[in-house]
T-cell receptor, first 111, second 112 residues
């Protein structure tokens, strides 16, 4: 079964609003990553947070990690129509080699 | 740099035909991966190669074989295609297993 599970499956917001997506996972990890996929394209890496970190920022992105709850959240602030995409979390399951992805959250930002 | 290059981009096969999906990366990465993406299922790991000379099964390996030809290239072979293998296939690479993954643009495969 897949290591990460995103929630919600779909999210629709207005431009300028904030979008929050959550990810839960099952086993210990070395790090957790978030990716974006525009329709019909490959995935693009957004941000990586290590297991000993609790929060990380990159531009309009903020990621939190709670290893005790085995969960992470991705916050996109001041969203834009160009942020419309699917967002996936990915974990390594502590294996150092096996990167597994969740099913993704489809974010739609309406202009 | 081209990054991760997959060929072909599109392919239609008849049931029972075989084909090989090619993947090459020019970033000197150690680890490479093959995923399939189906609607509502996200990405599922088919096979991965932690380093040159090694390959391991992922979540959904049945019906597939892989070859890590050298450090750059990692191919995925369907020996006898089935309609259930209709999917979008992505190749990815990482410097090591738990670092940023770079993806190819995908191969859209239809088996009729």
């Amino acid at each position: 079964s897949q290591q990460g599970e995103e929630d919600p499956q779909a999210l629709s917001i207005q431009e300028g609003e904030n979008a929050t997506m959550n990810c839960s996972y099952k086993t210990s990890i070395n790090n957790l990553q978030w990716y974006r996929q525009n329709s019909g394209r490959g995935l693009v890496h957004l941000i990586l947070i290590r297991s000993n970190e609790r929060e990380k920022h990159s531009g309009r992105l903020r990621v939190t990690l709670d290893t005790s709850k085995k969960s992470s959240s991705l916050l996109i602030t001041a969203s834009r129509a160009a942020d419309t995409a699917s967002y996936f979390c990915a974990t390594d399951g502590g294996s150092n080699y096996k990167l597994t992805f969740g099913k993704g959250t489809l974010l739609t930002v309406n202009p | 740099n081209a990054g991760v290059t997959q060929t072909p981009k599109f392919q239609v096969l008849k049931t029972g035909q075989s084909m090989t999906l090619q993947c090459a990366q020019d970033m000197n990465h150690n680890s490479m991966y093959w995923y399939r993406q189906d609607p509502g299922m996200g990405l599922r790991l088919i096979y991965y190669s932690a380093s040159e000379g090694t390959t391991d099964k992922g979540e959904v390996p049945n019906g597939y074989n892989v070859s890590r030809l050298n450090k750059r290239e990692f191919s995925l072979r369907l020996e006898s295609a089935a309609p259930s293998q209709t999917s979008v296939y992505f190749c990815a690479s990482t410097r090591t297993g738990n670092t940023e993954a770079f993806f190819g643009q995908g191969t859209r495969l239809t088996v009729v």
